[in-house]
């Protein structure tokens, strides 16, 4: 069973400096690369290296015109070559800079291959001008499809959130903002120091596996902190918001943390559990399924045991696991004017007494985010 770690991540140095200490504290390891940034010409190369240089190249070409989606199909069979050629102990899948690991996680998985550790490399200078850049990925020559629409800071925000482990180059650029910044944003994360250049120590162990990241992490983050000008904001409330008048504060507080994310619902959807997800000035609203206490009985055995049992450490007595729950992380972040903001787009008192028949027939001003 050949171990396979993959390494991401859009700061290149960094990850080129993680995979080179791998392979030279691993004996056996090769690193399997494919480059997007042939796309355009209708192929994607791979290469497999060892701590001695460039072993083999090749080509893949495009599956539906998408370079990401050629990868997918590439790396299975290329990692099966290896774990068949008796002379590979390691496998470093180094994912080009705007492929994120979750995916490529599942493709290892899925295709029966043992997945040891998912990592992802990380300049802390950059930290804030990633989180901080709004530009779509194809406007930066780093789009895995011409359907790709992600913007930068909204790939490196999962790159970042999703990797159990996180490989951080010795960045003569970076101060101790920017260091408690990626503490804040990855509280759960064991960090591991890379020295940047080809001679690094303290490789990230190939032992450690894939977290589930999104939502789901959100739990194990939801710390208060407050330290080398980074804040970061845990909102709770179990009152549902008017949509009306959240949907016009979205800019502003979209706009004040460097990252923010967490589940919420609105008065007039009380069964619909929503994710919010901001980074670079730019917010992803969209449905995640039901709330919990929405579902039948019946359907309860359907429902994975660590969000039940994490809805019932929270439960209340009316709204069920129903409620707001939202992070807000940054340098500077003004903790009392988001929560003023963010408690003014609460039902009122009235509102709130009204009930729910009343509160579905609250403007529904957030059908157009969410394409109703």
């Given at each position: 069973m050949l171990p396979v770690v993959i390494v991401g991540g859009l700061h290149a140095d960094a990850r080129r400096a993680a995979?080179?200490?791998?392979?030279?504290?691993?004996?056996?390891?090769?690193?399997?690369?494919?480059?997007?940034?042939?796309?355009?010409?209708?192929?994607?190369?791979?290469?497999?290296?060892?701590?001695?240089?460039?072993?083999?190249?090749?080509?893949?070409?495009?599956v539906n015109d998408c370079a990401c989606c050629a990868l997918r199909e590439d790396l299975v069979p290329e990692l099966r070559r290896l774990a068949g050629d008796g002379a590979t102990r390691l496998a470093v899948v180094e994912l080009w800079d705007?492929?994120?690991?979750?995916?490529?996680?599942?493709?290892?998985?899925?295709?029966?291959?043992?997945?040891?550790?998912?990592?992802?490399?990380?300049?802390?200078?950059?930290?804030?001008?990633?989180?901080?850049?709004?530009?779509?990925?194809?406007?930066?020559?780093?789009?895995?499809?011409?359907?790709?629409?992600?913007?930068?800071?909204?790939?490196?925000?999962?790159?970042?959130?999703?990797?159990?482990?996180?490989?951080?180059?010795?960045?003569?650029?970076?101060d101790d903002e920017d260091r408690e910044l990626l503490v804040q944003l990855h509280p759960t994360a064991r960090r591991v120091a890379v020295p940047s250049g080809a001679a690094p120590g303290g490789t990230p162990a190939p032992g450690d596996t894939a977290g589930p990241?999104?939502?789901?992490?959100?739990?194990?983050?939801?710390?208060?902190?407050?330290?080398?000008?980074?804040?970061?904001?845990?909102?709770?409330?179990?009152?549902?918001?008017?949509?009306?008048?959240?949907?016009?504060?979205?800019?502003?507080?979209t706009c004040a943390a460097a990252r923010s994310r967490g589940r919420f619902w609105l008065a007039d959807r009380p069964d619909t559990l929503l994710h919010w997800d901001a980074a670079g000035g730019?917010?992803?609203?969209?449905?995640?399924?039901?709330?919990?206490?929405?579902?039948?009985?019946?359907a309860w055995d359907r429902v994975p045991?660590?969000?039940?049992?994490?809805?019932?450490?929270?439960?209340?007595?009316?709204h069920g696991d129903r409620g707001q729950h939202l992070v807000f992380t940054s340098p500077a972040l003004d903790r009392e004017g988001v929560t003023r903001l963010l408690e003014s787009c609460l039902l009122t008192d009235?509102?709130?007494?009204?009930?729910?028949?009343?509160?579905?027939?609250?403007?529904?001003?957030?059908?157009?985010?969410?394409?109703?």
């Open positions: 995979v080179a200490r791998l392979l030279a504290d691993v004996p056996g390891a090769v690193a399997l690369h494919h480059d997007l940034t042939t796309a355009a010409s209708g192929t994607v190369v791979r290469t497999v290296r060892d701590a001695t240089g460039l072993r083999s190249a090749g080509e893949a070409p495009l705007s492929v994120e690991p979750r995916p490529m996680a599942e493709v290892v998985v899925a295709g029966g291959l043992t997945l040891t550790g998912v990592i992802t490399a990380v300049d802390p200078a950059l930290l804030l001008p990633c989180l901080g850049n709004g530009d779509d990925l194809a406007e930066r020559g780093l789009a895995a499809a011409a359907t790709d629409r992600r913007t930068v800071a909204d790939t490196f925000a999962r790159q970042l959130e999703y990797a159990p482990v996180l490989a951080v180059v010795d960045s003569p650029e970076a990241g999104g939502t789901a992490r959100l739990s194990a983050q939801e710390s208060e902190a407050d330290a080398h000008g980074v804040s970061t904001l845990v909102w709770h409330r179990r009152r549902p918001f008017h949509p009306e008048r959240l949907y016009r504060a979205l800019e502003d507080l730019a917010l992803c609203v969209e449905p995640a399924g039901p709330w919990l206490a929405s579902l039948p009985d019946a045991p660590v969000r039940r049992a994490a809805a019932a450490l929270d439960w209340h007595p009316e009235a509102e709130y007494a009204a009930g729910r028949d009343a509160w579905k027939r609250l403007p529904p001003a957030f059908d157009p985010l969410l394409e109703v």
